[in-house]
């Protein structure tokens, strides 16, 4: 977002090219005369499975999890998308332009996450970033790791590694361990080839490479305060930099959380979903407070939907139920914008406007953002209008 509010103008195509305090120097008929409204840039929702589990289907439209084994690094999200669901449509009305797209939480480790645009969907103007998500990727921003209640039910089903917390870890751990000696192999082989002999090629080895280097982030999806500490452990022993993905007992331990550093600086959480029930044991302590209770003790914070467990054109809802629990409007706003890109690292490209920022814009006709009502009059993405009149 800009700094602080204030009357002016933007001038963009794919790009915010420039903008400015008053009036432009120049105005042209194709301009557009926002009439006293509100400009914020697109909302992003952090973590979702938008387009790999579909609406309206069961088995055949979910591609969330690859529960056949355990330990997936190598799996990629990007190969599960569908681009044609209606939910891009719907998140797009409601003036969500990036989403962060994760699989499941059936396996310790699930798979490579990515953030995309919400250019998908049936009513896209834009025929060709509607059709094929490659056109609509934005990049790569982690990997996907799951402790507690999930992997422990879906192979306690099986009566197979892992069903307790202990072996959850340790299936991540072992992966870790070995990705942590085939980088090292790799690395001395790349500084010296004739000396060192080039690791046989391990793909899921070689997917953990970026979180090993920090060039990426590790998602642990963790509910409870223990599982939390677990992925904090985990990370400390392999020196990554994690998110905790939706951090439900955050606000329980939140004084000792805000002591704790990462590669990356403070502690990082996604939080969300927060319009769902009580649905298994580890949500039993879910609190509305959570979000705010994390921002005040120095934890970086965005908020998501966790779509479809709460659907996702419900965001701006979410945020008015972290407003609810006791955060002020603003930092609500940065929840859903600029922080949700920092956590993703991709704050150069979206989450604020500044000149050379894509494009992603909402415009309001007052700053009623966040309520039942609340809805853009207009969408653009990379600078092209999108249709904003889609019922949901």
Known sequence: MAD??????????????????????EIFPADINAMGGVIIPGFIDAHTHIGIIESGLGFEGDD???ATDPFTPNLRVIDGINPMDKYWDLARAQGITTVAIAPGSANPVGGRIIAAKTTGGVFSPDCKKSRRIDDMYLATVGIKFALGENPKAVYNERST?????????????EGLDKAKHYMEQYDKHKADPEENEKPEFDSKSHALLPILRR??????HCHRADDIFTALRISKEFNL??????ATEGYMIADILANESTPGGTVSAIVGPLLCDSSKPELEHQDLCNANTLLKNGIKVALCTDHPETPIHYL??????AMKGGMVFDNAMRCVTVNAAK???IDDRVGSLKIGMDADLQLYDGYELFGMFSKPEKVFIGGQAMPADICG
């Not at 060039?215 to 642990?220: D, L, R, V």
Request: with cysteine; charged share 25%.
């Open 161 to 173: 590694t892992p069903i307790t917390r202990m072996a959850v870890a340790m299936v991540i751990r």
């Open 4 to 25: 602080t509010p204030f009357e002016g103008w933007i001038e963009f195509e794919d790009k915010i090219i420039d903008m400015g305090e008053g009036k432009p120097a």
């Open 64 to 66: 969330c999890n690859e």
């Open 241 to 246: 930099d994690p998110v905790l993905v939706h």
């Open 215 to 220: 060039e990426q982030k590790a998602h642990f």
């Open 343 to 345: 956590i993703l690292g």
């Open 316 to 321: 701006s809802l979410t945020a008015a139920a």
